[in-house]
């Protein structure tokens, strides 16, 4: 940041007698290292390098255009993917062979995500609509209805006798799968509510105490708290039983996810490029911020010691 950008061409000359191809950077450039799958480029007067990867396989005939969300079976066997083409789909994430058509929402489907138990589908639309589908025969086993504007992410709570949905409605609410009632508006941000993720908050965290005993039907919502990424900017921590805000972060501009690395710390990413690690013990400073392009992120993954996340460009 702040420097001109600096740019650069690989070339393939040829292939070696092992297959693998022969690649030259132009100047300011150097080739490191390359085989079948990858090519390691750096740059060594700004002491960074990239390493570029071959997808091992590539699923190209589930969507005709943009993926915008997907999720794979607990078991690695299922695949459900929602695409500006306007379908959702369930396929088989061997071979990319699609199993079922999910239909049923009006408009975009934003968001689609497996139960734990792999065999049900929780989806969110533009619709305002949050639904439940059988990942078996395609039906739409339950809908909910109480938004007011098109909802942007779901959550699950534990195995998932309750769900959370948040929304362009500025709140997010807490669902009764058994009953498909809504058991609560847990938030209302008066600023859309882009990203949502639920998780067990560290022992010696506040989670504030709910104004009323908490309805019969909620289920494992104790210890746990919502994380809602604004667009407003601000990064929010609610517990989900209380309905208590626990935090209200500021960033540098709306942010569009969130996830838990641990029950301390979380990650969120904005519109503008930069990902936010915090302690929720003490929000007041960020333990860091990653900044590795201008482009948004989009999403944030806990993997291994780390975290994947995507981003715009």
Known sequence: PGKPTLYGSVTRRGLSSEGIPDIVASEGFLVREVTKKSILISCPHENVSTKFLAPYTTFSRIHQKSIT???????GGLGVSTSTDGTMKIWQAANGEIRRLLEGHVYDVNCCRFFPSGLVVLSGGMDAQLKIWSAEDASCVVT??????????TAIVDRGRNVLSCSRDGTARLWDCGKSTCLGVIADCGSPVNGITVGTADDSLNLGVPEHPPNEREIGTEGKMLLLAREDKK????????????FLFV?????????????????????????????????????QIIHRSGAPVLSLLPYRDGFIASQGN
């Not at 990064?235 to 626990?246: A, E, I, T």
């Not at 996830?259 to 690690?277: E, K």
């Open 235 to 246: 990064l929010q921590g609610v517990g989900l039983q209380s309905r208590q805000p626990v």
């Open 144 to 153: 909910f209805k109480g938004h007011k504007g098109g909802i942007l992410d």
């Open 251 to 287: 960033g540098s501009d709306a942010f569009n996810c969130c996830t838990f690395l641990s029950s301390t710390y979380v990650l969120a990413g904005t519109q503008d490029g930069n990902i936010y690690q915090l302690d929720v013990r003490n929000t007041s400073a960020p333990i």
């Open 69 to 75: 969300c997907l999720d794979i079976s607990s078991g």
